[in-house]
């Protein structure tokens, strides 16, 4: 084991806060991870981890060490990038996030094709709904829809994608189609809510005559999978909102219907959204570069 895939390991240990977790991000076993961990912690005389049963927290030394880990690591990567840039042949690997929706599909299919571009870079896609941050797990990229939080992140936008409010022809015949934002909430219309632990309380934003209204909707349903949401709507549970993209094929067979068309949902951003930093490794500005491309082709005109 090198000093260096030691300080790796340190540094994902430090950002996921778990060891079997850390493992897995570096394709280890928790064994070897523990084994780097003690390693650093012999060779620094110190301890940089309180372990527990179930809890492993950085001590104060660990805290201090990470910060100088990090200027290690960052010199590192800055040096790489600046060889790669000169031989043009950009290696390693680049950590992305994507929605369940957008990585399956508009995301995934393309993954290969990069790949195929560019052999020498290996890409770990991640699918998940809830909010990502990107600094706390060691992403390259985040593909996002919406706006993020962080006004420090960079932003490069794909497209606005259309959005709609649709519900199963069965649900519609037994509940009827609401009018409007308000006819949702006054007639207390079954509505499908994307939530992930720690989420505030869900509103939908529509478009209507006097601008941009929220309106505070609930449902039997919650789910952080937007697909299970998309399931649901489809067996006539309730309303959703989803990007057209996302369920085009429903509305086009008619398994889903527009409701609510008289505020409709405002459009969404998608974005691919990366640190400063990043976008100056060459693999992450390739990859970044080939997707906007890309993955614009793909979504409904």
Request: hydrophobic content about 45%; charged content about 25%.
């Amino acid at each position: 084991m090198s000093y260096l895939d030691n300080i790796r390991t340190f540094a994902r240990v430090y950002d996921l806060g778990s060891m079997s977790a850390a493992a897995r991000d570096q394709r280890v076993s928790p064994a070897v991870a523990s084994a780097r961990i003690a390693q650093l912690e012999a060779h620094l005389g110190v301890r940089l981890f309180q372990r527990t049963t179930r809890t492993l927290k950085p001590t104060e030394q660990g805290r201090l060490f990470y910060d100088g880990a990090l200027k290690v690591l960052d010199a590192l990567e800055a040096a790489e990038a600046a060889v790669t840039h000169v031989t043009q042949s950009p290696r390693g690997t680049l950590f992305v996030s994507a929605p369940l929706g957008v990585g399956r599909r508009l995301v995934a299919s393309l993954v290969p094709k990069f790949k195929a571009a560019y052999p020498l870079i290996d890409v770990r896609l991640r699918l998940s709904d809830r909010k990502i941050d990107l600094a706390a797990e060691g992403l390259d990229v985040a593909i996002f829809l919406g706006q993020p939080e962080d006004s420090t992140l960079k932003i490069r936008k794909i497209a606005d994608c259309p959005r709609v409010l649709c519900a199963a022809p069965d649900y519609i015949a037994r509940r009827g189609n609401p009018a409007n934002g308000a006819a949702l909430v006054a007639e207390a219309h079954d509505c499908l809510n994307l939530r992930f632990p720690g989420a505030p309380e869900y509103r939908w934003t529509l478009q209507t005559e006097n601008g941009p209204e929220r309106y505070s909707v609930s449902g039997p349903f919650e789910s952080d999978d937007g697909d299970v949401l998309t399931a649901w709507a489809l067996d006539g549970h309730g309303i959703v909102l989803k990007p057209v993209f996302e369920i085009s094929d429903h509305l086009a067979s008619g398994a889903l219907v527009p409701v609510a068309t008289a505020t409709p949902p405002l459009e969404v951003q998608l974005a691919m959204l990366y640190t400063h930093r990043r976008y100056q490794d060459p693999k992450a500005r390739l990859f970044i570069d080939f997707m906007a491309k890309r993955i614009a082709e793909r979504l409904p005109i």
